[in-house]
Each structure stands twice: as structure tokens, then as C-alpha cells.
């Protein structure tokens, strides 16, 4: 069964930088209006950066010149290159898509940024 799957989270401190990526984990007949949330404890989960199914971008104000969303076509992996973390990024962040038509979940990977 195909599944997103996201990695890079970890810990980092305040002003450094992670990538994460999400890819499906196997094989599969379409992919569109990939994208990153995140859901912090407490908080509701929120749009962080996302591709439109007419390839245009969207980003959370919050995260405007700090972290840029991209993605590889022949790996069908989007990427989410987070700089100057703060610890108010610290969350959850999950991958979503459309994979086979469905809107589909990643499992979330944890980013946890120290101040």
C-alpha cells in the first residue's frame, strides 16, 4: 500500500536550518497538490507551504522568506527547506497530496527547534 513519507525533523537550534522530504513509498499512479502543514500541541494544524494543482505556490505568513517549498519531478519528492527556525516552528510537520486521487497524510515528522 502506498503511503507519503516524510523525513528530515530533528532538533535544532533557533536560526538553523532543516530540509524535510516527502515521497510516496511506492508505486502509484498520480501525484498532485503536494504540500507541508504543521499541527504544534495545542494549536490547530495549518498550512505551512503547498503547491496548487496549477503549480503555483502558497506559504503561511509566518513563514514567508524563511522557508521555501520545492519538489523534484522525476523522484516525485517535495522538499521544505526551513532557515532561521525559531522555536515557535517547532510542530509536527506533515505531508499532503493528492496520491491516487485521494487526499492523502504522511505521518508526520517531528521538528523541534531550541532556543
Known amino acids: 500500500q502506498v503511503q507519503l513519507v516524510e523525513s528530515g525533523g530533528g532538533l535544532v537550534q533557533a536560526g538553523g536550518s532543516l530540509r524535510l522530504s516527502c515521497a510516496p513509498s511506492g508505486s502509484f499512479f498520480s501525484i498532485n497538490a503536494m504540500g507541508w502543514y504543521r499541527q504544534a500541541p495545542g494549536k490547530q494544524r495549518e498550512l505551512v507551504a503547498a503547491y496548487t494543482s496549477g503549480g503555483t505556490t502558497n506559504y503561511a505568513d509566518s513563514v514567508k522568506g524563511r522557508f521555501t517549498i520545492s519538489r523534484d519531478n522525476a523522484k516525485n519528492t517535495v522538499y521544505l527547506q526551513m532557515n532561521s527556525l525559531k522555536p515557535e516552528d517547532t510542530a509536527v510537520y506533515y505531508c499532503?497530496?493528492?496520491?491516487?486521487?485521494?487526499?492523502?497524510w504522511g505521518q508526520g515528522t517531528q521538528v523541534t527547534v531550541s532556543s
Open positions: 499532503n497530496a493528492i496520491l491516487n486521487g485521494w487526499r492523502s
